[in-house]
Structures are given as C-alpha cells and as structure tokens.
C-alpha cells in the first residue's frame, strides 16, 4: 500500500517540475520576443535619425557651396566689370528689389570670408550673411549685418571669439576694401535694436549681429573704420 500511494506522489512531482521548466520557457521566449522588438526598434529610430542627420548635412554642404559660388562670382565680378557697370550695379543695389551680394566681408582671425547679401529673411540667412540694417557696405552709417551661429564653425558661429582691436576686412560692390577695427563687443536680449541705431554722424560702423545658443541673447560686435 505505502508504494501504491508513493507513486503518485513523485508523478506529481515530476508534472510539477515539468511545468515550471515550460512556463521558464514561455518566458524566456516572451522575453526573446521582447529584446527583438525592443532592438529592431531602436534599430529603426537610429535609421531614421542617421537619415534625417544625413539630410541636414548635405543640405548645410549644398548652402555652403551656393555661398562661396555667391563668392566667387562677386570676385570675378568686381575685377572684371567696368565703370559703366558699376553705376549700373550700383543703381540696382538701392532698390534691393531682388536679393544679391552687395559686397564681402573678411575676418582672419576667426576664418571667416563670406559675401553679403542685400536682404535679411529666413531661407537667405541659412545660405550667407544679410544686411540687417544700415548703408551699402563702406558707407557713411551703420552698417548691420546678421549672420547664424552654428555648431559647424559657418557663417557667424565663431563671432564670440573676436576682440578689442581685431581687424575686419569689408568690400563694397566694386572690390574697393576698408579696415575696421572691433571696439566693443556685448550681448542683449533678442528684442533689443539699439544696436542698429543710425544716428553716428560721418562715421562708418559695422555691426555685427548673431544668436547666442546658449543663452537665448544676441552676440554684437561693434567695429569702426580703420583710421
């Protein structure tokens, strides 16, 4: 009898150890199921980040390169056109009916060498530097000029690093250059204009104007013809 009752007992242990291992197995293949999902995820958020990373920089590299084609064609330009076609130009320039480089500025120290364009708006800020306010480039007034600050170390993204007594190279429509010489340098907030205030007499001011990311504040440089 003890044995009759003994067998049921261990077949009952044997069901018993048999389930555990099946549910061990469900779960560890739930969990296998999960990692997949989990890894072809992520997988494919990576994918699209690396797409949308990838878009954006050839898009800045084709920007870039309508800049300096901006650029060249400016040079060719002020070494090629005539008297004639600088009245002409000249002319066109103060109607700023269409966008167009109206001059190039120059700055060693930071690197920096890039054409002017004659109006400031969203798509034209992305491509070069735009006059914000003031003159035709190497005029009497003051001369603001607006550029972006990105990571990449274009356009403007190294402006911070000038200084008192650092030089800027400015050339106007006919290739004709004048040094300016940085005086001060400051930050305000994004609403403030002051900085483009055109009441400077006979002087010739340049402003330079950009976005401080890490703050929120705009980044001004102010330099003055070089005497």
């Known amino acids: 009898m003890n044995q009759i009752i003994a067998k049921p007992e261990k077949k009952k242990l044997e069901n018993t150890s048999l389930c555990k291992l099946k549910n061990k197995k469900k779960i560890w293949k739930v969990g296998l199921s999960q990692y997949r999902f989990q890894f072809l995820l992520s997988f494919f ?110 356009l403007f993204s190294r402006l911070h690093e000038l200084e008192k007594n650092d030089t800027i190279e400015l050339y106007d429509l006919n290739g004709k250059k004048i040094l300016y010489t940085v005086y001060d340098k400051y930050e305000v907030e994004p609403d403030d204009l002051s900085c483009t205030d055109q009441n400077v007499g006979e002087n010739k001011i340049l402003t330079l104007l950009t976005c401080n990311n890490v703050n929120g504040k705009r980044t001004i440089v102010k330099a003055k013809e070089k005497i």
Request: net charge positive; charged share 20%; aromatic share 10%.
């Open 45 to 154: 958020v990576a994918l699209i980040f690396l797409g949308i990373l990838g878009f954006k920089i050839y898009v800045a590299s084709e920007q870039e390169k309508l800049s300096k084609q901006l650029l060249r064609n400016y040079t060719l330009t002020t070494l090629y056109q005539s008297s004639t076609t600088n009245h002409v130009v000249e002319k066109q320039a103060v109607s700023y009916e269409n966008p167009f480089v109206i001059g190039m500025i120059k700055i060693d120290k930071i690197n920096l060498n890039y054409p002017i364009l004659s109006q400031t708006d969203r798509d034209l800020l992305k491509i070069s530097l735009c006059r914000f306010a003031g003159p035709m480039p190497n005029e009497v007034g003051n001369l603001c000029i607006a550029g972006h600050n990105y990571v990449d170390y274009k």
